[in-house]
């Protein structure tokens, strides 16, 4: 077996043009991540403030003083329970100014109607959430417009994440309801909206599920010995398409 010694003369002669190579090398490629650091970063980041600029105009905010200029939407609820919850709400912005609900009573022909009084409106509150946090996203982003320079892609992640916690909170709040016991929800506010006041054994909740909105109305059948049986009665409806492309 035959070895082959390296000339250890060439290969020191041949150093410093390695080095010198290596130098210019890193050299275009630094020359090029500042490029990108200076320019793409800036367009990609313009290209989803426009983006989530759109999914906030969804959520139509309303002006103080100008609340009653934004668009009223009028939804019949479809009932997922033979019809027996029936009617129409009226949503203004996050705001639910309206409704009017028929409800057919289990194993009777009475129908109870219910209406929101005059004086009451009731407010989506994961509406307004989600849109706080898609309008946060866009303060991170306005935060670093073009005039600002990122100075290592650490940078650029640690803002990417931020804005990405942001419209992942925006989304969770439009697909996981916050889930109301039933001692919770008969000592809400919710209950005090309606006129004639509902009964003591019927309850119903308002919430945005994906973009469905959707009613649960519950009835409490007393059970011996002393128990309680639960009938919920649901009725949803599309709402605006709120989850854009962002939010998915």
């Not at 630094?30 to 105009?57: G, I, T």
């Not at 309206?98 to 009475?110: F, G, H, P, R, Y």
């Not at 309008?135 to 990122?150: C, G, K, R, T, W």
Request: charged share 20%; net charge positive.
């Amino acid at each position: 077996m035959q070895h082959k010694m390296l000339n250890p003369q060439r290969s020191l002669s041949e150093l410093p043009k390695m080095s010198t190579a290596s130098q210019v090398e890193r050299a275009v490629l630094e020359e090029e991540f500042n490029w990108l650091l200076k320019e793409e970063v800036h367009a990609v980041l313009k290209q989803l403030q426009d983006v989530l600029k759109e999914a906030s105009r969804r959520f139509a905010m309303p002006t103080p003083g100008l609340e009653s200029q934004l668009k009223q939407e009028n939804f019949i609820l479809g009932s997922s329970t033979m019809d027996q919850v029936k009617g129409v709400l009226t949503l203004q912005g996050e705001t639910l100014t309206q409704a009017d609900i028929n409800l057919k009573v289990a194993k009777s022909s009475q129908v109870l109607h219910f209406q929101f009084r005059d004086d009451k409106q009731w407010k989506l509150q994961q509406i307004q959430d989600a849109r706080n946090h898609v309008n946060q996203a866009l303060q991170l982003l306005s935060s670093h417009d073009e005039s600002y320079h990122f100075k290592t892609g650490a940078e650029v992640n640690k803002l990417m994440d931020a804005v990405m916690l942001q419209l992942t909170r925006a989304r969770n709040r439009l697909t996981t309801p916050a889930s109301l016991t039933l001692p919770e929800l008969a000592t809400s506010g919710l209950m005090k909206m309606f006129s004639p006041p509902m009964p003591g054994d019927v309850m119903a909740n308002f919430y945005i599920n994906l973009s469905k909105l959707c009613l649960t109305v519950y009835q409490l059948h007393v059970m011996p010995p002393n128990s309680t049986k639960v009938r919920g009665c649901d009725s949803v409806k599309t709402l605006l398409n709120l989850t854009t492309t962002a939010l998915r």
